[in-house]
């Protein structure tokens, strides 16, 4: 994880607040990338635990946003696919192949549940490696 962290910092990504899971691998993935970083250290939330609530996100991101433009999540599969999946097309079925230690880039203009994201890319934990 710290080389895909790494890579991440070599990308210029700035998170103003990481949410992680209270899993343990969870927190201490967004605990190596929030000192890779140089960012506050992670908040935890139930929301992103396996069988969390995807609208209780949805409505913590909202309340949230007006502080921090760049937000990253750190959670586990499938919820956070079928997250991404709902922000994208409005429908939680879309496929998508988020690896452990994948990144994925949404911009969001107005979090809502449903359709109001646009994907700006999704990488692999071997290319995030591979960026110097």
């Known amino acids: ?12 990504i700035s998170p103003d607040l990481i949410l992680t899971s209270s899993y343990l691998r ?5 605990d190596i990338v ?3 970083l140089g960012c ?4 935890l939330t139930p929301h992103l635990e396996p069988g969390g609530d995807p609208e209780g996100l949805l409505a913590l991101l909202r309340e949230r946003t007006h502080a921090a433009q760049c937000i990253l999540l750190v959670g586990h599969e499938p919820a956070l696919s079928s997250l991404a999946s709902m922000l994208l097309t ?7 192949a988020m690896k452990k230690g994948g990144l994925c880039k ?7 549940y ?8 999704l990488l692999t934990p071997r290319q995030l490696m591979s960026i110097e």
Request: net charge positive; with cysteine; hydrophobic share 45%.
């Open 1 to 12: 994880m710290h080389r895909v962290a790494h890579g991440m910092r070599a990308l210029r």
């Open 26 to 30: 969870a927190q201490e993935t967004a």
């Open 34 to 36: 929030a000192a890779e």
């Open 40 to 43: 506050k250290a992670p908040e």
């Open 90 to 96: 409005g429908d939680a079925r879309m496929q998508m």
């Open 106 to 112: 949404l911009r969001i203009d107005q979090v809502r």
């Open 114 to 121: 449903g359709r109001c994201a646009t994907l700006g890319w």
